[in-house]
């Protein structure tokens, strides 16, 4: 009866898959994926791609043209150090698409420490550049339950704060058109009406 009970598990069990070693060595860095139509000049959706970088704790993103263009697979844009991105749950950079359906680079850490955060970075397509659209910035402090939100369209320029004891404050900038490839980087682009 074991023998038996032994021979079903085995044939249930999935083939162990073959992978090449370049496949192995790349998919362990895949941290996020979304397909979504981003560029108006390809055909099709574009994949992108947001994987562990080359720097630590950073994360590169990297999209590329997708099926049926005959360019599939091409790279559009690489953007090294584009966010933040932990060892843990609650600290790993994703990718999401937003209602109006623009790719978000979202980043943070709930998963320890005295203040959470996240930031999330919308991207948009203008003048044939993949843009930084806008730039959301929110943290609470889990002891004495102070918090922020900080939202910026960088399109238009309007800053809006809102802080967790009900004060809200509006700025209007002059609106910036920041390459998506540039915004990536050590540099720290946070508006300083952001900042606590």
Do not use: H
């Not at 998919?27 to 947001?50: F, K, N, Y």
């Not at 790279?75 to 698409?97: C, D, K, S």
């Amino acid at each position: 009866m074991r023998a038996a009970l032994a021979l079903l598990l085995m044939m249930a069990a999935p083939a162990a898959a073959e992978l090449t070693a370049d496949e192995a060595a790349v998919l362990p860095r895949i941290l996020s994926v979304q397909v979504l139509d981003m560029v108006a000049v390809t055909i099709g959706e574009e994949r992108a791609i947001l994987m562990a970088g080359s720097e630590p704790d950073m994360a590169d993103l990297v999209i590329v043209t997708g099926a049926p263009d005959e360019r599939a697979g091409e790279p559009l844009l690489v953007a090294r150090g584009i966010a933040w991105t932990g060892p843990m749950a609650g600290q790993v950079a994703t990718l999401e698409v937003s209602p109006a359906g623009g790719l978000q680079i979202v980043s943070g850490n709930s998963a320890i420490g005295r203040s959470a955060w996240m930031r999330r970075l919308t991207v948009a397509e203008r003048d044939g550049a993949l843009v930084v659209a806008g730039f959301t910035q929110e943290g609470y402090d889990r002891i004495d339950g102070s918090s922020l939100r900080c939202d910026w369209n960088l399109l238009s320029g309007r800053i809006i704060v809102e802080r967790g004891d009900g004060t809200r404050r509006e700025e209007i900038r002059a609106p910036s058109r920041i390459a998506l490839s540039k915004w990536a980087g050590p540099e720290d682009r946070t508006p300083d009406v952001c900042r606590d």
